[in-house]
Structure formats: C-alpha cells, structure tokens
C-alpha cells in the first residue's frame, strides 16, 4: 500500500537536535570506555551487538554503556505503554557510520536516488533497519528513527503523516513529556504571521515521505501531542485508531474519529498549542 521499499525520509533539520545532543554530549563522556569511538571498520559486519530489540551494526567501537543505548532500548516499552501497542521481538538493525562521508556513501549506494538524510529508516519486506551517522544529532536522530522501528514492528498500515508524528513526538528526550519545543516554536510562529492553520484532512492524505515539509511533521506532532495531554481520555482516540489498524486493509481517517468526538478539532488543536506556549 505504501512505499516499497518502505522508507521514511527522516528530516535533515540542522536545528532539531541542538538542545538534546549537548546534554548528550555529555553522557558520552562519562559512558565511552577507553578506545570507544574509535573507528573499527572490520567490526561493522563482523561484530553486531544485539541489546533488547535493537541490533547495532557500528563501524567504531561502541560503549559498552551508554545511556543513549538505555534510553532506546527503554523507548519500546515507553511507545508501547503510552500507545497501548502490544510489542513485537521483530529485530531492529541500527546501522551507525562514525564519519558522515562514509554513512553517506553507504546509504546512496544501498539506496540509489534516495534524497540525502541525515538519519533514515526503512522496512523492507526482509528486515527494518536505521541508518545514521554519529554527529551533534544522534540522540534526537536515533530516538526518531527506532521509534519508527518499534512502531512498524507492532502497528501495521500505519498513515504517513501519524508514523511521522509519532516519532517527532518519542525523539524529544525523557522529562519533556513530548513536546518538540523546535515544532512548538515553529507552530507559534507561523500562527502568528497567518502562515498555518490547522488542517488535519490535508496531513491524511500525504502519501510521499520524500516531500514532506517542516510544516508537515510539526503539525504532525502536534496533533500527536493534542490527542496524548490535551485531555483525560482523549488519547483513546488515538490507541483506538492504532489497535483498529489491519494489514492489507486500507487505515481509515483518524481525522473522522476525532471529529466525531472533539468540538471544532481545529480550534481546539490551536488552544492546545497556546496552552504549551504559556
Ligand atoms: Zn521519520
């Protein structure tokens, strides 16, 4: 039904990762061993290093501890109690290139013409696998990119525009109770200028994850976030969605549950944002 291989393009935005990599940058500090990070070229293929879901395929040598790995690992319970999603053991392989350069051609030559990312996942029919390089933004990218990993591992069929949202809603650190302050300021903006109006039916029906725009995955996020916090028992909504979802059956609107059960969903998705704002 969808993209074959399925990939979802995860957004290279230089500004995504700022807050969350620096408080990371320090744990790398204190977790890496002596030696580790360094790069080890022959391990990449030779030596994967299965922890939980998550098999890591790295091409420098990874800490034996650190809070990152915990963090991801930790992440499929967390996706599966906030959803309500049954999880799977379906194998994860994250792909991790200590150089940008090498991650690049790796990626380019196992997937010709994809558009350049800073971080991607993909399911094929064989396995479902990120890749991504080490840089200033590996937590927020790899958060992002194993969500969508334990996501299509447990939930099949699911919308672009909600798999998208998901995971910029699980890629903000632990504490933050998901909010994307990048997307929330994004929003708050674009509101402000007459730039964005809520418009869920539009999100619903994007179908290419190579064309999505910042507008796209913050709004994204949002409704992600207004159907989690904005009220007791409206994320019903959404679990209920999910659970409703069939392989080989078409998803219906999330849209038309919603409507059915919110007043005016764009007004009310709007009050939720100036309720983060405050
Ligand atoms: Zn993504």
Redesign the pocket.
């Known amino acids: 039904m969808r993209r074959t291989p399925l990939i ?4 290279a935005l230089a500004m995504l990762a700022l807050g969350a990599c620096r408080s990371f940058n320090s744990d790398r500090r204190i977790d890496l061993r002596p030696g580790a990070g360094q790069k080890d070229a022959a391990a990449y293929l030779a030596h994967p290093v299965t922890v939980g879901q998550l098999v890591f395929h790295a091409d420098f040598i990874l800490p034996s501890e650190n809070r990152l790995i915990d963090e991801l690992v930790a992440e499929r319970q967390l996706i599966s109690d906030r959803l309500r999603i049954a999880t799977s053991d379906r194998q994860i392989h994250v792909h991790l290139f200590a150089d940008e350069a090498d991650f690049k051609r790796h990626v380019s030559r196992r997937f010709p013409g994809f558009p350049e990312r800073r971080a991607i ?1 993909v399911e094929t029919d064989r396995e479902l696998a990120v890749y991504a390089s080490w840089g200033e933004a590996i937590a927020d990218d790899l958060r ?2 194993v969500a ?1 990993g334990y996501l299509h591992a447990s939930v099949p069929n699911l919308p672009l525009w909600l ?2 949202g998901l ?2 809603y699980f890629e903000v650190g632990r504490g933050l109770d998901g909010v994307n302050r990048m997307h929330l300021d994004y929003l708050r903006g674009q509101l402000a200028v007459g730039g964005w109006r809520p418009n869920l039916p539009r999100l619903e029906q994007l179908t290419d994850a190579g064309a999505l725009t910042q507008l796209d995955y913050a709004e994204s996020w949002l409704w992600v976030h207004f159907l989690l916090h904005s009220e007791a028992g409206r994320e019903t909504l959404l679990t209920g969605y999910l659970a409703s979802l069939q392989p080989g059956v078409p998803a219906g609107s999330l849209g038309d549950w919603v409507k059915a059960s919110v007043k005016d969903p764009h007004e009310a998705v709007i009050a939720h944002l100036r309720s983060l704002s405050k």
């Open positions: 979802t393009a995860c957004f996942f992002h990119e969508h798999d998208e995971a910029e």
